[in-house]
């Protein structure tokens, strides 16, 4: 897995970022985080990790130490349990955009991570 050694830095590094940019965030909008009261969030700060890849829109996914993949709906959810390498099923050392498998499905709450050029190639 050397290869995703540059990788896992710089999404680890990420993952860090938007930890620290959440809490500083929702400390700018106080007890009500669901109401931004017109404070536009600055430019550099990120508190999501990305949805889709860009450019392109394509569906992106993580995966992780043990060879899984996580959709980024609960990367985003479960962001705190992402740097702990200890925790090979959570630790992600990755991200890409599925491309072209059409059966790739995250395995935490096991929805399907939509592929760019997959073909639907079933017979039904
Ligand atoms: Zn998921």
Known sequence: MNQYGQMKIEIQAKIQKVITDRKAWSQ???DDVSNTN????PY????EMDYYAWPGG???FYFTKDGGVLCPKCVNKNL???SDEDDP???VIGCEMN???DD???ENCGEQIESAYGEDDSDE
């Open 28 to 30: 700018m909008l106080g």
């Open 38 to 41: 017109g404070i536009i969030k």
């Open 44 to 47: 550099e700060m990120i508190t």
């Open 58 to 60: 394509y569906s992106l």
């Open 80 to 82: 705190e349990l992402l």
């Open 89 to 91: 099923q959570w630790y």
């Open 99 to 101: 491309e072209e498998n």
């Open 104 to 106: 790739m499905y995250c």
